[in-house]
């Protein structure tokens, strides 16, 4: 692969580090202020008015590749700028790259009938609604996605709905106005993967109750939060059914490839950031007679930083060029491998940056404590490690079983 970023690429990551270092770090404690105040479930005001300066700027749905409605980027092309965005929480959403929307907005363009696009994907892109990805359950593991057991029923010219789900990302946000559900639509097919579906069902559908916000390690999320949810005889027009009947698996394979790889990229920025508060932090900070950043262990680890940092980014834009070149289904092992190592590798950056810092590394003086919160949960959220590495196995050992 060509390991030059394209002039476009260039160009936006100037862009979008010099409206970074303008509008976004600058105000990370009037976001924290604004969450803090009065109803934490609002949106704030302060990325709301941000979103209208990238939009003016041209900041705005840089990722879809493939398709029109985005800046019509690459993977690669991409990979860079969702890095930059990634290195605070809260800004991917000021530049409408945020998950779980990108993901549900690629599952829009890519399987939603022109209609559905109207209703849903519009709005989305304007950055007007949000959306939520509705699949995991508290009854079953959810990791093997073949256990989803909710169900959806087809009763005349409409589906009815039933099931309780948990850690729907951005559930608890006012304006998230559609889930992405996933149940099973056919459960007595003896092919599994042909059991489920996926339907678009508006949050003011009656019968649709958000039950209760689930915190990260005590941080909440606010004002986007995880939501427990229960789905009581929920009736939608049959004309919400994503691609078809039985297709949800399909789907799913679509959605979960380059919307995946975005965390992987953000966990790069935000590994950078930590990397960056550390060596400031052991630079200016003297313990029995000599800055921290003179002790070897610091140095050792400052540099054992950057080679994860910069091996985690390789992997990435492979996974991302692979995307491109060859689809996402033969680039399923290094996606699979991108999103094993990137968490990995940020958790144990943004500890050592704990580690620089003190007791301060665990206060909320630094974005380091949460960081590490964000980061830990990609060990899971984008599916366990070990069901990645079990795939990346598999996939390395078919190349010496023998085919007669
Ligand atoms: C912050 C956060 C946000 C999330 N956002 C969303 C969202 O927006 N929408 C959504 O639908 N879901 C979301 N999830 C849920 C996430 O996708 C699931 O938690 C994940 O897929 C694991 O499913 P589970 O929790 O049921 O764990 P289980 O399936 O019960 O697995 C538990 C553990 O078993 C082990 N295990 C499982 N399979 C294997 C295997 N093959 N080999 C070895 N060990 C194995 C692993 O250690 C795994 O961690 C989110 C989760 C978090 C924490």
């Known amino acids: ?35 803090a105040q009065g109803d934490r479930w609002q949106p704030t005001q302060i990325v709301e008015s941000l979103k209208l300066k990238a939009k003016a700027a041209g900041l705005w749905n840089l990722f879809l590749p493939e398709s029109e409605l985005g800046a019509g980027l690459s ?15 809260w800004a991917p959403e000021v530049f409408n790259c945020n998950a779980p ?24 892109l304007n950055g007007e609604i949000r959306s939520c990805f509705a699949m995991t359950e508290p009854d079953v593991a959810s990791s093997d996605a073949t256990n989803i057991s909710s169900r959806i029923v087809r009763d005349g010219d409409d589906y009815v709905i039933n099931g309780r789900k948990w850690w729907s990302s ?22 599994r993967h042909r059991q489920q579906s996926m339907i ?17 390690f005590g941080y909440d999320d606010a004002p986007h939060g995880h939501g427990e949810l229960v789905f009581d005889n929920v009736r939608v027009p049959a004309s919400n059914m994503l691609l078809g009947e039985g297709r949800g698996f399909e789907i799913a394979q679509g959605r979960l490839g380059p ?8 966990l790069i920025g935000l590994a950078e950031r930590a990397l960056e508060l550390m060596c400031k932090r052991a630079l200016s900070r003297t313990a029995f007679g000599k800055p921290v950043a003179a002790q070897t262990v610091t140095l050792e680890r ?3 930083a950057r080679i994860q940092i910069d091996q985690c980014r390789l992997l990435t834009l492979n996974a991302a060029y692979m995307m491109d070149t060859v689809g996402n289904k033969v680039a399923a092992k290094q996606i699979a491998m991108i999103k094993v190592a990137a968490p990995l590798m940020a958790c144990q950056v943004i500890d050592w940056a704990i580690q620089v810092h003190g007791g301060a590394g665990v206060s909320d003086d630094t974005p380091l404590a949460y960081m590490y919160a964000q980061a830990r949960t990609l060990r ?24 007669h």
């Not at 993977?75 to 929480?89: D, T």
């Open 1 to 35: 692969m060509d390991f030059e970023y394209s002039a476009r690429t260039r160009d936006l990551q100037q862009r979008l580090t010099a409206f970074m270092d303008e509008h976004v770090y600058p105000n990370e404690a009037r976001f924290a202020a604004e969450v």
């Open 302 to 304: 400052i540099a054992e």
């Open 380 to 403: 899971l959220a984008d599916g366990p490690d070990e069901v990645h590495r079990n795939q990346i196995g598999k996939l390395e050992l078919s190349r010496y079983v023998s085919r």
């Open 75 to 89: 993977n690669v092309e991409y990979a860079p700028l969702c890095e930059i965005m990634g290195r605070v929480a």
């Open 170 to 191: 951005g559930a608890n946000d006012p304006r998230c106005a559609l889930f992405i559900f996933m149940g099973k639509s056919d459960p007595d097919n003896p092919d």
């Open 259 to 266: 919307g995946r790889i975005h965390h992987c990229m953000r």
């Open 200 to 216: 678009l069902v508006p949050r003011d559908t009656p019968g649709v109750t958000v039950l209760r916000h689930l915190p990260v």
């Open 101 to 124: 929307d990108t993901g549900n907005m690629e599952v829009l363009t890519r399987y939603g009938t022109p209609e559905q696009q109207q209703r849903w994907l519009k709005p989305l």
